[in-house]
């Protein structure tokens, strides 16, 4: 099988610089930093305002996809994300090009991330992913129109979990509310 090195099919985009704080932005700006990024393609619901300009270079697009620098487990592919988002400190931002569909580059990814930090990282005590790694991770070469169907079946996996873990939230919800509302009807409060 033939391979292209990751650094040849995407822009690598490593964030490590804070924001300036000379510099007010134009408009409203949001921070995303390494802890709004969630298992399954899950980003944190309140994203911080950033009241300085941010680095243009680390604006976050749908379609990009977002690594921790620093002790990855998961990378987040981004579909959707609000305008004048961008990625804070230790994050990785990684733009795939025409010539590879972005959800697959993302699978392959977040299959060999924990693999790619903990080779990179002998002898560092906090496990970490170099740009010299990424720009070498390999990307099997296979038609564009099988990586969109290996890519979206991977996405439709784990918007799949999403839902499973959102199911199960709601059932505890309402296993808690029969809960509460039985030990009402039968004087609960009463006893206790």
């Known amino acids: 099988m033939e391979y292209r090195r990751l650094a040849e099919v995407a822009?690598?985009?490593?964030?490590?610089?804070?924001?300036?704080?000379?510099?007010?932005?134009?408009?409203?700006?949001?921070?995303?930093?390494?802890?709004?990024l969630l298992k399954?393609?899950?980003?944190?619901?309140s994203l911080k305002a950033l009241p300085v300009a941010p680095d243009a270079e680390c604006r976050i697009r749908a379609g990009d996809i977002l690594i921790k620098r620093i002790s990855p487990t998961f990378v987040n592919y981004v579909d959707d994300v609000p305008e004048e988002t961008y990625a804070g400190n230790n994050l990785i931002v990684v733009t795939p090009g025409q010539t590879v569909y972005p959800r697959y580059v993302a699978m392959l990814l977040n299959e060999r991330i924990q693999t790619l930090s903990e080779s990179d990282s002998v002898g560092?005590?906090?496990?970490?992913?170099s740009r010299p790694a990424l720009e070498s991770f390999e990307i099997p070469r296979i038609p564009y129109d099988r990586q969109t169907v290996v890519g979206d079946l991977w996405y439709?996996?784990?918007?799949?979990?999403?839902?499973?873990?959102?199911?199960?939230?709601?059932?505890?919800?309402?296993?808690?509310?029969?809960?509460?509302?039985?030990?009402e009807a039968y004087g609960g409060k009463n006893n206790g």
Request: one cysteine or more; charged letters at 35%; glycine letters at 4%.
């Open 124 to 129: 560092a005590v906090m496990k970490s992913v």
């Open 11 to 36: 822009e690598i985009k490593i964030c490590a610089k804070s924001p300036g704080r000379a510099n007010a932005p134009e408009r409203p700006t949001r921070r995303l930093g390494c802890a709004d």
């Open 40 to 45: 399954n393609n899950t980003i944190a619901p």
């Open 156 to 183: 439709q996996g784990v918007e799949l979990e999403k839902k499973k873990a959102r199911l199960a939230e709601l059932e505890t919800v309402k296993r808690n509310l029969q809960i509460k509302e039985y030990l």
